[in-house]
């Protein structure tokens, strides 16, 4: 979704595009009311996506001329399937002073894994069924923003190359 503030009316040319790349839909938003935006975006998401993701942006600025969304939902059947009786809610720390209520899958087995020693982070493999396969990453304490800078298409070959059971 294209979210533009009220009153800017930018090129067809440029509409035209976000409309034929994205199959974005164009929405005016008064981003001078930052949570009147706010609300109205996240709304359009959480429709989007039947509910799965419900807060797509906070605190925006009132000066924001637009946003961009764009969303991912996948949903893939593991290879080994996860006990949906060993499922419950725990805490998930979002970061340092930010922790919300979540469901934890639970699975004990093997795992393909790798310790990724020059980005300081842990690397858990687990494959769905056909072709698709899933990197959980989870890095040392405060080395979030080198694994981010690092994150590219040779990293994730190399965790591929690399993993292990």
């Given amino acids: 979704g294209l979210f533009l503030k009220e009153g800017i009316q ?3 040319t440029f509409l ?3 409309k034929e790349f994205y199959d974005a839909e164009i929405q005016a938003t008064k981003f001078q009311e930052p949570k009147e935006a706010e609300k109205q975006i996240n709304d359009y998401i959480k429709k989007k996506t039947h509910g ?9 600025d009132p000066e924001t001329a637009f946003v961009l969304t764009n969303y991912i939902f996948f949903k893939g059947n593991w290879k080994i399937p996860f006990d949906s009786q060993l499922t419950r ?5 979002v970061d340092h002073n930010t922790t919300v209520k979540v469901q934890m899958m639970q699975r004990t087995g093997w795992f393909y894994s790798y310790f990724d020693s020059q980005l300081s982070c842990r690397v ?3 494959d769905y069924n056909g072709t698709a396969t899933t990197f959980f990453v989870l890095p040392d304490p405060d080395k979030e923003k080198e694994l981010d800078e690092a994150l590219s298409i040779n990293t994730l070959n ?3 190359k690399n ?3």
């Fill in 16 to 18: 035209d595009k976000i």
């Fill in 163 to 165: 993993v292990y059971r």
């Fill in 52 to 60: 799965k993701i419900v807060e797509i942006v906070k605190d925006l």
């Fill in 10 to 12: 930018p090129l067809q």
């Fill in 89 to 93: 809610e725990e805490d998930f720390f």
């Fill in 158 to 160: 190399k965790w591929a």
């Fill in 124 to 126: 858990l493999q687990i």
